[in-house]
């Protein structure tokens, strides 16, 4: 199956505005509702977003085989069940409608009126009904730095860091979309030099800048996805926000891991860029030393060079760019993530959720935490309008952006923005 | 609405030997396939599985506001969304249904022919497709023997243990019914004394004797449900067996929590039993000192008194048991644990799992894994067929049982029953 649809030189006859993340290179998949209610499938071209579930009942996806209402749900799931053929199939379809070339739909301006709409009259919704999600940890500098500060500055890579690609379950019921705001934690704290705990809200409120794959349905309960076939079943990416207490998982944490101070919420950018967009975008990841067991050893290009930045906006003020990080530091590539995570038989199924864990770069500009980035409050950042935050402050707005560039073409995640509410309060 | 159905004085119809889990006062839930291959929701009397799909049908749940399709799904999601005061009139209905004294299905053969199925004729499968899995850890006695062994002995109870009901979270993905054999896992572990992990099947494969509740959609993102209101949002509970690799977490776990030493596989009984079935068997909790958070606090009788055991069959001997332990040993209350587990705002769902944590007792014998049993290996158990287990055999079927008895009643929850096949070979 030829992926027809990463030609650069293609122009569509909707218009892109110059450093769109979006041009017909992209063709992203989300879920939204119109201005008319109705929940559809779609795409998005520059500042349009397609509705595929208008498209399929007009013929548009005549000859490629899929249920009638595949495009009219309100999840992606079975569409990425279909596997990553008709995946290929569909964009490279959509890429023959919105070609500059193609009249069909250009010049029918009935069809085009259900279908296209401006991306300010649609809301996004969460793109998959998320069955699992599991939080990987696998950018050695954000692992170094949190061992520094927290436990040894001597050895702050814990032993088996370098051997595998350790991950945690988080909660997928407190996944939202960009958009929906969330609140401030209440929890328990244990205050320096304090013996018993305290309750009240969280007074360090972070955000890590992450990203995220989604898989398909991948193997059967007791087979291991091999390392060499694991991105076959990745369908896309999307840009994620795991929204962190430090005080609340300090108190928390040991042994069994995070808990209350991550499940309250995450954030994600609701458009998923397919794997086939990001083709040209790959590159080799660092040098792996220690070799890695068997199962875990590939060779290739398997990094993604996915530009990553944050930025903070008070709720009155202009908004400051706090880190410029790009995906890929990254140590462990999700190949690896995907083969390790299966290697016990543990079933994967589709719209299941992975993050990548902090990516931080080696600078402390690029550092993907609020932690790292005033390194545990001691040196507070000053943003554009003069304030100061140590960590995330009621009612600022955080900002994740992602883009991959070449000479010849930009392709982008959109935004992962999300409010933090002030706590509400436990009687 | 009054709970009719909890009278110990009633009989059924329905023959219900000597000793059954399941008289007509316990009225469970669960989801099965009928001979003729049709998935039904169902209940159980005696050694009959009722099909409730064929019951709506033929009109006997008429005046209960229910959907057409209730029971003739395969999950019982829906039903619980239905909330408390539905599960109520439904568990009235059926008993009514069942009573000795109620000729209309008793004496209609046609009808009685298309409903009741002996319960070696069905299948059991997953009663609830489960959102997001949660496991505590909530046994003093259990925390107190890991830590002894894996950590100080004179401080074996970590600091926050007394004052959080600690918890993290699970994969939903490999939660199986009884009777679905489980897989040795592969993975990496450090064998004493080496630098470098090594790979292949955990040589330390373990069950956990736990029980877990199930949940309906309680809170909107961002509400805590209060402590004294929790129990109205669990449906109710079942056996729960938590298989570990405790050599592949002894590896991984630090710093994020257990991972692959867990998400292979956890087991649980078929028959969801409610909360209002087991009443009767409620007992005062341990005393908790120092005093909870004003969050966690509550009074009155908050546990319940199931007794527990696990048994080991070997393939070709018979079974032995191997502990005899009781639910009402937890420190932790299931509504403090709700409680806890919301009061960051995290969003609980209809079909939500939350297992309670190994339940072991305060003696050797009543412990809930082979690691506290054997005390990590040194003191092997004999098993009736002579044979020595220090963790679980390939193929082995562990069995968990678990009831509650009074002078006038007996409610079990049947069994959770799963062999353990050899690892497959990778190559």
């Known amino acids: 199956?030829?992926?027809?649809?990463?030609?650069?030189?293609?122009?569509?006859?909707?218009?892109?505005?110059?450093?769109?993340?979006?041009?017909?290179?992209?063709?992203?998949?989300?879920?939204?509702?119109?201005k008319e209610d109705v929940i559809t499938i779609g795409t998005r071209i520059g500042n349009s977003a397609i509705d595929m579930g208008a498209l399929q009942q007009l013929g548009y996806?005549?000859?490629?085989?899929?249920?009638?209402?595949?495009?009219?749900?309100?999840?992606?799931?079975?569409?990425?069940s279909d596997g990553k053929k008709t995946w290929r199939l569909v964009r490279n379809r959509l890429v023959e409608i919105f070609d500059s070339e193609n009249s069909k739909l250009r010049d029918n301006k009935k069809h085009k009126d259900v279908v296209i709409f401006d991306v300010k009259d649609i809301e996004m919704l969460l793109p998959v009904q998320i069955g699992d999600y599991t939080d990987f940890?696998?950018?050695?500098?954000?692992?170094?730095?949190?061992?520094?500060?927290?436990?040894?500055?001597?050895?702050?890579?814990l032993?088996?860091?370098?051997?595998?690609?350790?991950?945690?379950?988080?909660?997928?019921?407190?996944?939202?979309?960009s958009g929906v705001s969330v609140r401030r934690p209440n929890g328990q704290t244990l205050p320096a030099d304090a013996k018993e705990p305290v309750f009240g809200p969280s007074k360090l409120v972070d955000f890590e800048l992450e990203t995220a794959f989604i898989t398909t349905d991948a193997n059967l309960m007791g087979e291991p996805i091999p390392v060499d076939q694991a991105e076959e079943y990745i369908f896309g990416m999307v840009l994620f926000n795991d929204w962190s207490a430090r005080d609340i998982q300090k108190w928390e944490y040991v042994p069994l891991g995070p808990f209350l101070a991550k499940n309250f919420a995450s954030s994600i950018s609701p458009w998923i860029v397919?794997?086939?967009?990001?083709?040209?975008?790959?590159?080799?990841?660092?040098?792996?030393?220690?070799?890695?067991?068997?199962?875990?050893?590939?060779?290739?290009?398997?990094?993604?060079?996915?530009?990553?930045?944050?930025?903070?906006?008070?709720?009155?003020?202009?908004?400051?760019?706090?880190?410029?990080?790009?995906?890929?530091?990254?140590?462990?590539?999700?190949?690896?993530?995907?083969?390790?995570?299966?290697?016990?038989?543990c079933r994967i199924n589709s719209g299941d959720m992975m993050g990548s864990g902090t990516i931080s770069g080696s600078t402390p500009d690029s550092?993907?935490?609020?932690?790292?980035?005033?390194?545990?409050?001691?040196?507070?950042?000053?943003?554009?309008?003069?304030?100061?935050?140590?960590?995330?402050?009621?009612?600022?707005?955080?900002?994740?952006?992602?883009?991959?560039?070449?000479?010849?073409?930009?392709?982008?995640?959109?935004?992962?923005?999300?409010?933090?509410?002030?706590?509400?309060?436990?009687?």
Not at 61 to 80: A, V
Not at 144 to 152: I, L, S, W
Not at 159 to 172: A, F, K, M, Q
Request: aromatic share 10%; hydrophobic share 35%; glycine share 6%.
């Open 1 to 34: 199956m030829p992926n027809i649809a990463n030609d650069p030189t293609r122009k569509s006859w909707i218009n892109v505005p110059e450093n769109s993340d979006f041009p017909i290179q992209n063709i992203p998949f989300g879920v939204f509702i119109t």
């Open 61 to 80: 996806f005549e000859g490629i085989d899929l249920t009638d209402d595949m495009f009219m749900q309100d999840t992606l799931n079975d569409f990425i």
């Open 137 to 157: 940890y696998s950018s050695k500098e954000h692992a170094t730095n949190v061992g520094k500060m927290f436990r040894d500055p001597e050895n702050a890579l």
């Open 159 to 177: 032993p088996n860091w370098l051997h595998i690609p350790v991950g945690y379950h988080g909660r997928s019921s407190t996944i939202v979309p």
């Open 274 to 345: 397919t794997m086939d967009a990001l083709e040209a975008f790959r590159v080799t990841g660092p040098e792996q030393s220690p070799t890695p067991l068997p199962y875990l050893q590939q060779s290739g290009e398997n990094a993604f060079d996915i530009n990553l930045q944050v930025a903070i906006k008070p709720e009155n003020s202009e908004e400051t760019v706090v880190s410029n990080s790009n995906f890929k530091y990254m140590y462990w590539s999700m190949s690896q993530q995907l083969a390790h995570h299966t290697i016990n038989g």
């Open 367 to 427: 550092f993907g935490s609020m932690l790292e980035l005033t390194w545990g409050g001691k040196n507070p950042i000053i943003l554009s309008d003069g304030s100061e935050r140590k960590f995330i402050n009621d009612n600022d707005t955080v900002i994740i952006r992602g883009y991959c560039q070449n000479d010849e073409i930009r392709i982008g995640f959109g935004e992962c923005a999300s409010k933090l509410l002030p706590a509400i309060e436990i009687k």
